[in-house]
């Protein structure tokens, strides 16, 4: 117990270092005030070599679904339909009227695919496959045993198909059979009903009322709306000027996603853009990680698709097998995946709405096409190690190795079953606890 409660206590002060550190970059790359709309910004892997001797084998993999349209055609076309009534009313200014015509341009492309894949998406998906394949070729050699599993949701089996097409363009002889159904959702998308009730979308809890009223103060539309409309009095009465300024938000950070080429982060300004962001940022980190007055709910919904990564892992190790286990999903599973396995910046404690910014960032980790990797590797005499891989890039456990960024596998097991077994809220330091 005085273990976890000091890792709980390093992690947060090693994270509280990152004041400011958020602000900075969403204004130097507007593009992450998307948070989970960011679009996935690695093209290299980095890989330190294995230790000498031993050689990779498997690769256990959970990738988020690449980038889509927003969630549905009426996040575009309730902004649309406002610009549109303004511009029968005369009642736009320049700026206004162009952004009216930048976004006639964006229904183009977005009628009728809201939530769908985008094809950025799919290119995401293939490309990261296919860097995955060059770096550990050994575990798609002859024989490889390679499954794929995506939810139901059609963006996750696009991005498999196109992940699939990625590896087997390299090697048209590689067999993976691939799964999309109701059996494999009990792991790779899974919560409890306790996890339900606390996120309380109708606001009858606490924390639900204190946010919504923290929410408020970060949402400020005047000068936007001004810029946009050349009627003050227009705006009063026909136009809900928060929804307005969420609606363009979303259609802003998204256009990084789309093959369409129109800028609507310069309607912006900085801070706009950043407390946008910081309320988004904040619900997710509540609903989804290690929000300290959750008492773990979210984070332990991920226990079920980690006994699957570790069932699946110990089948490979434990009978000589190689090759790859590709699973596909959603934000809101890699995200408490990523917490309970304490990677380092995954699963920052915070109780306080306006320091979760500081410990714990969507956009590193879980832009779209998001992914983790547990790469094994053994030598002759059968030792086995493993590295963690996140969004291609190295990664560390809450666990000290004396050979990072690899880890002993038989450790790391031991580490991963005992997160499992343990209430999550138990690693979180017992003063931030309410």
């Given amino acids: 117990m005085m273990k976890r409660l000091l890792i709980g206590l390093f992690a947060l002060t090693c994270l509280t270092g990152y004041s400011q550190k958020a602000r900075q970059e969403v204004a130097d790359t507007p593009e992450k005030a998307g948070g989970v709309y960011y679009a996935y910004p690695v093209t290299e892997s980095a890989n330190t070599p294995a230790p000498k ?175 946009l409309f050349n009627d003050e009095r227009y705006i009063t009465q026909n136009i809900f000027t928060d929804e307005l300024m969420w609606g363009l938000y979303w259609i802003a950070v998204d256009m990084q996603n789309m093959e369409t080429q129109a800028d609507f982060l310069s309607l912006f300004t900085a801070d706009e853009l950043y407390d946008l962001w910081e309320a988004v940022n904040a619900s997710f980190y509540i609903k989804n990680s290690s929000y300290p007055r959750s008492d773990g709910l979210n984070v332990d919904n991920a226990k079920n698709l980690m006994r699957n990564i570790l069932d699946t892992a110990d089948d490979y190790v434990n009978n000589g097998k190689h090759g790859a286990t590709l699973r596909f999903g959603h934000d809101g599973n890699i995200v408490p995946l990523a917490a309970l396995m304490r990677f380092t910046d995954c699963h920052g404690y915070s109780a306080g709405l306006d320091d ?13 096409a998001s992914n983790m990797q547990m790469v094994f590797f053994k030598n002759k005499q059968g030792y086995v190690i493993v590295k963690f891989m996140m969004n291609e890039k190295e990664i560390a456990i809450d666990m000290p190795s004396d050979i990072f960024p690899f880890y002993r596998w038989n450790d790391v097991r031991n580490y991963l079953r005992e997160a499992i077994d343990t209430p999550s809220i138990e690693y979180c330091p017992k003063e931030l606890r309410q």
């Fill in 53 to 227: 001797g031993y050689t990779p084998f498997y690769v256990s993999h959970y990738g988020r679904h690449g980038s889509r349209y927003l969630i549905s055609d009426k996040d575009y076309k309730d902004v649309i339909d406002v610009m549109l009534k303004a511009h029968d009313a005369g009642k736009l200014s320049p700026l206004g009227e162009d952004t009216y015509t930048k976004l006639l341009d964006v229904w183009e492309e977005a009628d009728g695919r809201g939530g769908e894949l985008t094809p950025l998406g799919a290119r995401q998906h293939h490309d990261i496959a296919q860097r995955m394949y060059k770096a550990y070729p050994q575990a798609f050699a002859k024989d490889a045993e390679i499954t794929a599993a995506s939810t139901q949701v059609m963006r996750c089996a696009h991005s498999m198909f196109n992940f699939i097409e990625g590896l087997k363009e390299l090697d048209p002889s590689l067999v993976i059979p691939k799964e999309s159904n109701a059996r494999n959702m009990k792991y790779l998308c899974y919560s409890e009903p306790p996890s339900w009730d606390f996120n309380d979308n109708k606001g009858r809890l606490p924390w639900k009322q204190e946010y919504e009223k923290w929410r408020e103060g970060k949402v400020n539309p005047d000068r936007l709306m001004s810029s």
């Fill in 356 to 368: 979760i910014a500081d410990v714990w960032q969507s956009y590193n980790i879980s832009p779209m």
